[in-house]
């Protein structure tokens, strides 16, 4: 699995590119931050980061995209830009046929560090061990881009096998309430 | 001035099309809501409204599009999706040059009903009173949609004075400040 990981953002958008190998193996390709000035008006910043993410994707070929999941930040605004920004990347990566997911921070937090709580210092730390990097991924964005594709890489198998319980569980309670109502109808018959 | 008006959302996302004439003379030219499924995966559901949104544009040629800006609501995974959608519709104007105004609920309230606080109620039919039509639009998105095309047409020759105002201003401080440094210096060598 190739996994691009996006810690969305209007100001900084930190982009991961993360290989999958046996077990938990994980080994980083890539990385970048994209930048758009804060005088921009919000639709050409998103088209910046649109087309940013675009080349990525149309470079590196990922077989999944990574977003974080906003959910309420301190300030509406800044959370509001966040959405829009990994919005214009699921949609880059829907026009190409490949699969989005989305995990909230803790969930990031807790794959990496296996604590859900975990501070910004502990995710880099855990991140720059887990792909033996020489030096800690900076900024802060890239860091958590690189999280957040290693999060995918781990969790996915499990979501998948989830998923895949789940949908035979349906198929089997569909099974167990058509032979009921075949049982009543065939009692209200008699 | 043709205005595309958009109420954005996941499951129903409103689009209007208003043409601005003399004064506060404005016309519907079209209306319509994009619906997507809930059980759909979000990327997939920004993809059918970026979609939608681009057709509209590409066959009706708005000279200008109008959002409406999310602030908090109740929920804040409906706002951060609501945020997302008009993110992608916002994207469609920027590829296409054409510029993008995001009006809050209140501006819009506002403009239409001379009520930031207006309710729903009110606004439609003031919407049906202003655009002189038969009937009341519906659904609520489509009626949301015209409200918003329409507070473009009225705040956007205002905007557009008051930017060239402050534009105005910037540059008579910024002359202002260069005599203030040279009258300094002049000082100083003296």
Redesign the interface.
């Known amino acids: 699995m190739r996994v691009m990981g996006v810690d969305p953002g209007l100001t900084r958008c930190g982009l991961s590119l993360i290989e999958s190998g046996r077990g938990r193996e994980v080994t980083a390709l890539d990385i970048d931050v994209v930048r758009t000035p804060a005088d921009m ?4 910043r ?2 910046l980061i ?1 087309n940013a993410a675009e080349y990525w994707m149309d470079t590196h070929k990922p077989t999944a ?1 990574a977003i974080e ?4 930040q301190q300030n ?1 605004r800044t ?2 830009g966040t ?6 990347i ?2 880059a ?3 190409r046929d490949i ?2 997911t ?1 995990h909230t921070p803790s969930q990031v937090k807790s794959a990496v560090t296996g604590n859900g709580a975990a501070d910004k210092n502990q995710v880099t730390a855990m991140v720059t061990r887990i792909l033996g990097l020489q030096t800690k991924p900076t900024p802060a964005d890239a860091a958590d881009a690189l999280a957040l594709a290693i999060c995918h890489c781990w969790r996915a198998p499990m979501m998948e096998r989830m998923a895949q319980a789940e949908a035979a569980a349906a198929e089997q309670k569909k099974r167990y309430e058509a032979r009921l109502a075949q049982v009543r109808k065939e009692a209200k018959a008699r």
Do not use: D
Not at 83 to 88: F, I, K, L, P, S
């Open positions: 008006e919000l639709s050409r998103l088209l649109a995209v999941r906003v959910f309420s509406v959370a509001m959405a829009q920004a990994g919005g214009v699921a949609l990566a829907a026009r699969p989005v989305f």
